[in-house]
């Protein structure tokens, strides 16, 4: 009895597979040693886990009948004799034209003398040599020894540099003479000409220049009118119909005075001030269409 554990995603392939690796055996026996576990996706979390026992079939004779015999005599031998190395072939010999004696390498007492200089000839040769290019270098002429000398020992070179002689500064001629005072009389116009355009400057700056408000940041009569109606419905809402106001208009601020206080306390007013100058410029907003940008309403009494 023989026993495999296999492992897959499911028990099934899991069985498969173990049936398959154990060589398809038509007896056996299945154990679940763990479930498969899935997460919310459906993937395998855990894989499934089994024990396939299964019976391993013996070994026929028919089989073994079948099988072909190894005879060791039929074996080639391992190890084969080579014929032994000795000389060449004859048909080598016939190919090459020639034995392998004749290609033997002669000692060296067969061989002729060597024709060449000894090491002691090369020597009185090089001597000869040196001696040659010091009587060269003996026979130049001066000039060309001194040019290799070392910078050092040649005399120092005279270098002519050019002296910087400063030029003589012009001298003005006094007042009292004619031409001193044609001189001036151009200078002193000339700084009457450059002072001029500095003196239109400061005053430039000195002067501030009203700011132009475009047309669409004036308050029109159209939307005088308008807030107008507006105040009178607000002041009856609140119960001060009685309460009289009038406008005065600056650029793009509109003062709105009224003939007497709303509120007794001056906290509360100066909150109510301020919630219906929002209310008013809102409410004009959203009747014309327009963004009303720069449009201010100052709210006071008497």
């Known amino acids: 009895m023989k026993s495999l554990v296999q492992e897959a995603s499911t028990i099934a392939k899991a069985i498969k597979q173990a049936w398959e690796t154990a060589g398809k055996p038509r007896d056996f026996s299945v154990k679940v040693l763990e479930q498969p576990v899935y997460n919310f996706l459906g993937f395998t979390k855990r894989s499934a886990k089994i024990a396939f026992l299964f019976e391993a079939d013996a070994p026929s004779k028919e089989g073994n009948r079948n099988k072909p015999v190894f005879d060791s005599s039929s074996r080639p031998p391992r190890f084969q004799q080579r014929p032994p190395q ?99 009389v151009p200078q002193q116009a000339r700084e009457v000409r450059d002072e001029q355009p500095r003196r239109d400057d400061i005053r430039a700056e000195s002067t501030p220049r009203p700011a132009r408000v475009p047309q669409e940041v004036q308050w029109s009569e159209e939307l005088l009118s308008s807030a107008r109606t507006w105040f009178k419905e607000v002041l009856v809402l609140m119960g001060l119909g009685d309460v009289e106001f009038t406008f005065e208009v600056q650029d793009c601020n509109l003062n709105v005075i009224f003939s007497r206080r709303l509120i007794d306390e001056e906290a509360r007013e100066k909150h109510l001030f301020a919630s219906l100058s929002t209310l008013l410029v809102s409410t004009l907003k959203r009747q014309y269409r327009r963004a009303l940008r720069g449009h201010r309403v100052i709210l006071s009494h008497k």
């Open 86 to 184: 000795g000389r060449r072939s004859q048909a080598s010999e016939t190919m090459y034209g020639a034995s392998q004696d004749a290609y033997t390498q002669p000692s060296r007492e067969s061989r002729p003398p060597r024709e060449g200089r000894d090491s002691r000839d090369g020597r009185e040769q090089m001597r000869e040599y040196r001696d040659q290019r010091s009587d060269r270098n003996d026979q130049r002429p001066r000039d060309q020894r001194d040019s290799r000398e070392p910078r050092e020992t040649r005399e120092p070179r005279t270098e002519t540099r050019r002296q910087f002689t400063p030029r003589p500064l012009p001298v003005n001629p006094p007042a009292n003479s004619p031409a001193g005072q044609t001189s001036q």
